[in-house]
């Protein structure tokens, strides 16, 4: 079975450039979350999905990041514009819910950098 | 606000010995707690969960829960080189979300 699938791995861009992050769950999961991790902040959730609907967007540091989940099978993570502050990996994770399974499972993150 | 508190170490072990990681969290309605593992370079992945006070063991892991001190530890036994990576306590709290701690670096030394 296919792990979470996070493209693409790695993107250099310049700063003010759109950047899009995507994002496939593992197949029957119901939550995706993103998450941004840096030395100096460590894990930080950006928003959740569940049933494609963003259930808590608290953690998206500002206007200029938006995330979309069109159907349980694709979610997108967009910076626009983007700034030098903005580089980070980003993981998407995904998880079932029942069972008292509450494991999220991260795909392999996509390693931002903004020069 | 809610917190998830680990020590960032680094943690050295010499190889063979046991390696004990620690974890404490603040919100009393926690429900359920993970221990997961992140090689440099790669992804969080979950080695353990526990959801009851005591001790679950898996393998050479045992996870050990004390919900009345709030208070979650990790240990490995017979560490090994390839057990060095940083660990990360993540909690699930009265609000069903997980809060993650900043992780321990654990260093096994040959």
């Known amino acids: 079975d296919a792990g979470v699938i996070q493209s693409p791995r790695h993107e250099v861009t310049e700063m003010g450039q759109e950047v899009t992050l995507r994002c496939k769950p593992i197949s029957g999961h119901d939550y995706l979350f993103w998450y941004r991790q840096t030395m100096m902040r460590g894990l930080e959730l950006l928003i959740y999905?569940?049933?494609?609907?963003?259930?808590?967007d608290s953690g998206m540091p500002e206007d200029r990041f938006s995330a979309k989940m069109p159907n349980a099978s694709f979610s997108t993570l967009k910076i626009q514009p983007s700034e030098p502050r903005d580089s980070a990996v980003y993981f998407c994770?995904?998880?079932?819910?029942?069972?008292?399974?509450?494991?999220?499972?991260f795909g392999p993150g996509t390693r931002l950098l903004v020069l | 606000q809610k917190e998830v508190e680990q020590n960032s170490g680094p943690l050295s072990v010499p190889e063979g010995a046991i390696a004990s990681l620690n974890c404490t969290y603040s919100d009393r309605g926690s429900q359920s707690f993970f221990w997961y593992r992140q090689y440099s370079g790669k992804s969080p992945e979950l080695i353990m969960s526990i959801y009851s006070n005591g001790d679950k063991e898996d393998g050479r892991f045992t996870a050990q829960l004390n919900k009345a001190s709030q208070y979650v530890s990790l240990l490995i036994r017979d560490s090994q080189p390839s057990d060095s990576a940083t660990y990360l306590c993540?909690?699930?709290?009265?609000?069903?979300?997980?809060?993650w701690g900043a992780g321990t670096k654990l260093i096994i030394k040959p």
């Open positions: 993540a909690v699930l709290d009265s609000n069903y979300q997980l809060i």
């Open positions: 994770a995904s998880r079932r819910t029942g069972g008292g399974e509450e494991t999220q499972y």
């Open positions: 999905f569940n049933n494609n609907v963003p259930i808590d």
